[in-house]
């Protein structure tokens, strides 16, 4: 029953992190559609801060039901809220169109209606020869992979473990304090989303992550032990040869570099895909679009998480923390060359960019 229960409540996550930021895309308003794409990872890392908190006095099965109650308010909730006006549009309710977008702008000024005539042919693998849909393809599978390739979930398995080599009193105020940074953060990048614009709060949070990736890599490395007959890698407490003083000092490096990470990912590489996700692809292969790049993250998701300890005993913890380095690197460069800036235009427009029109 137990794992039942979380086939089924993962796979409800998998439909909501597709659909809500597409949803939410679709009825914002242009000028603040940043800022409302960017609260689909606030609530996440709030959630998540929530869950931190909660399971210092709940027991877990307490804590699974308090989990149904945000998931209740959605649906109750969900059910006073429209369709998308695009989405009617392309289902020949221009009335239903119109009053949604009554109800959800207060009236139809800035309306851009979009193309409806090529909605109806679905998706075929022929459609990305076309530049108005591969380029966002290419873009949108990219950011997902790199989001995962930057090392997020390697540092969040770390965090407890530096913290106790900090010489923390409760080593679990660890899962606490990330989760503030996270949620900080994360709410600083929605404040300002729509008037730095997406590329350059991603080049800023992938140049952030590099520093502190870097540095996790040298902490490992001043850390390690010497030579050892056996291939295995300790995990969970990196071996120091260092004097009591020198380890706890060398552990702070650790915990600042740990903290900057977080904070440079959630305020660009956090929220930023999944809001371009819902920018970037025409109408009519945004289904399948938005699809492919929802899969592709959280594939990358699990390879890392699964492969991380053994890359790690191949290449040693400092050598991964530094590859991770290495794909942030790649990550600013795509994102100047590759990344167009979205702020402040039509979901049409962005669209007509790619086509070159």
């Not at 609530?43 to 006095?57: E, K, Q, R, S, T």
């Not at 530049?131 to 966002?136: A, E, I, M, S, W």
Request: hydrophobic fraction near 55%; glycine fraction near 10%; charge should be neutral.
């Amino acid at each position: 029953m137990l794992l039942g229960g979380r086939l089924l409540t993962g796979l409800a996550c998998g439909i909501a992190s597709l659909v809500a930021p597409v949803y939410i895309s679709e009825i914002a308003y242009p000028e603040v559609r940043g800022l409302l794409g960017s609260c689909v990872q606030l609530m996440v890392v709030i959630g998540i801060l929530l869950a931190y908190l909660a399971g210092w006095v709940l027991k877990w099965r307490w804590l699974a039901v308090l989990g149904c109650v945000p998931p209740s308010f959605m649906l109750l909730l969900m059910c006073c809220m429209p369709e998308t006006p695009r989405f009617l549009l392309t289902q020949h309710k221009r009335q239903e169109a119109m009053a949604a977008m009554q109800f959800l702008w207060g009236s139809e000024q800035g309306w851009e209606e979009p193309p409806v005539g090529a909605e109806h042919q679905g998706f075929h693998l022929a459609q990305l020869r076309r530049p108005g849909v591969y380029k966002p393809f290419i873009i949108g599978i990219s950011l997902m992979a790199f989001q995962q390739l930057s090392g997020i979930n390697a540092v969040m398995f770390y965090a407890e473990t530096i913290f106790e080599e900090a010489k923390f009193k409760d080593s679990s105020l660890a899962s606490v304090i990330v989760g503030i940074i996270q949620v900080l953060f994360t709410a600083v990048a929605a404040l300002i989303m729509d008037r730095a614009g997406r590329r350059l709060l991603l080049a800023l949070s992938g140049v952030v992550m590099v520093f502190s990736t870097s540095a996790f890599g040298a902490y490992f490395k001043l850390t390690q032990g010497g030579p050892s007959n056996s291939s295995h890698v300790d995990l969970l407490a990196p071996v120091s040869m260092e004097p009591a003083s020198g380890s706890v000092g060398l552990a702070w490096l650790a915990v600042g570099s740990m903290c900057l990470f977080i904070a440079g990912f959630a305020v660009g590489w956090g929220p930023i895909p999944w809001l371009l996700m819902s920018e970037i692809f025409p109408l009519h292969v945004k289904g399948v679009a938005t699809g492919v790049c929802v899969l592709t993250n959280w594939f990358m998701a699990f390879l890392v998480t699964k492969e991380f300890s053994s890359l790690m005993e191949v290449l040693r913890p400092y050598g991964a923390f530094w590859l991770a380095a290495a794909f942030c690197i790649f990550s600013v460069l795509f994102t100047l060359a590759c990344v167009p800036e979205t702020k402040g235009k039509t979901l049409e427009q962005i669209t007509a960019h790619f086509e070159g029109r």
